[in-house]
C-alpha cells in the first residue's frame, strides 16, 4: 500500500495549513536535503500548502483511495546534519559510500553517468529538430554553461557564512523558484549552526534534457563533500541535479531544481 501526501506527513485529511507545515519541518529536520525522502516531503508540502493544488490533489483521490492512496515513490530515509533547493539548497543524500562501508566502484558511476548524458543528449536533438535547431541549440548551450555555474552556490553552504551564501544563490534564481529556495534555506538556517554543517559542490558532467527558446531543462551530476561536528573528514554524496533555467531579460536563471542521488 503507498502512501498520500497526508500519509507521507502523517497528518489528518483535514489538517490545517499549519499542522501540515509543522509535520514538514518536523520530518525533514534530520534529512540531508538531497535525500529522496527530503525531497518527496518537500513535493507533499508544497502540494498541501497550497490552497489551489490542494484542491486538485484532493480530487483526484478516489474514495476508497483514502486508505490506498495514489501511488507516491518513497525511499528509505537517511540519517543527515542538517535538514532543509529543492528544491534544494543543501544537495543530495547517496554517499559514495553504503551504510555498511561498501564501496561504490567509481566505474559503475561513471558509466551510470555516461549513459544518462547519452539519454538527455538523445532527447535534445529530438526536441531541437530541424529549422531553428541552430538558434536553440546555442540558447540551450548557454542556458547548459548558466546551470552548471549555479548549482554550486545553490546547493552548497557554510554554516559560518549562511545568510552571504543565501544571497548568492537568490541572485541565480527567478522570483518564483526564490521563493521555494527561502523556505528549505530557512531550515537550514535552524540546523546548520548547530550541527557546524559545511557543504561544497563540484560539477562532474551535465547534459540537456529539453529545449526550447526560453525554457532549458539541464542535467548535472555534482559532487558534495560533507562535513559536519560528527563527521570531520568530508563525506562525498553524489547527486543527478535536473535545473529548469528561464531565460529572464537575457539571462538564465533557475525556476526549478530536482535533486536526487545517483543510483547505486
Do not use: C
Amino acid at each position: 500500500m503507498t502512501p498520500t501526501w497526508y500519509d507521507l506527513l502523517g497528518v489528518d485529511r483535514a489538517a490545517d495549513p499549519a499542522a501540515i507545515r509543522a509535520a514538514w519541518k518536523a520530518g525533514i529536520a534530520d534529512l540531508e536535503p538531497g535525500d529522496r525522502r527530503f525531497e518527496t516531503l518537500n513535493r507533499a508540502a508544497k502540494v498541501l500548502l497550497d490552497p489551489a493544488a490542494r484542491a486538485e490533489y484532493d480530487a483526484s483521490l478516489a474514495p476508497e483511495q483514502e486508505s490506498e492512496p495514489a501511488v507516491v515513490e518513497e525511499a528509505p530515509s537517511s540519517t543527515s546534519d542538517a535538514g532543509a533547493p529543492s528544491s534544494t539548497s543543501d544537495a543530495g543524500a547517496s554517499s559514495a559510500t553504503s551504510g555498511a562501508g561498501r564501496e561504490v566502484p567509481a566505474r559503475l558511476l561513471a558509466a551510470l553517468a555516461v549513459l544518462a548524458l547519452v539519454l538527455v543528449a538523445a532527447t535534445t536533438w529530438a526536441w531541437l529538430g530541424a529549422g531553428d535547431a541552430g538558434a536553440d541549440e546555442s540558447a540551450a548551450r548557454e542556458a547548459q554553461q548558466a546551470a552548471e555555474e549555479a548549482v554550486v552556490p545553490v546547493l552548497s553552504y557554510d554554516h559560518r557564512r549562511l545568510e552571504q551564501d543565501q544571497e548568492r544563490a537568490q541572485a541565480l534564481m527567478t522570483g518564483g523558484y526564490r521563493e521555494d529556495y527561502d523556505k528549505i534555506f530557512a531550515v537550514i538556517e535552524e540546523n546548520a549552526p548547530r550541527l557546524r554543517t559545511k557543504v561544497d559542490v563540484s560539477v562532474v558532467a551535465s547534459g540537456i534534457v529539453r529545449a526550447s527558446e526560453d525554457r532549458v531543462q539541464v542535467l548535472v551530476f555534482v559532487d558534495r563533500p560533507t562535513t559536519n561536528k560528527e563527521q570531520r573528514e568530508p563525506v562525498v554524496y553524489k547527486d543527478q541535479v535536473t535545473l529548469t533555467m528561464q531565460r529572464v531579460d537575457g539571462e538564465w536563471l533557475v525556476d526549478g531544481m530536482v535533486t536526487s542521488p545517483v543510483p547505486q
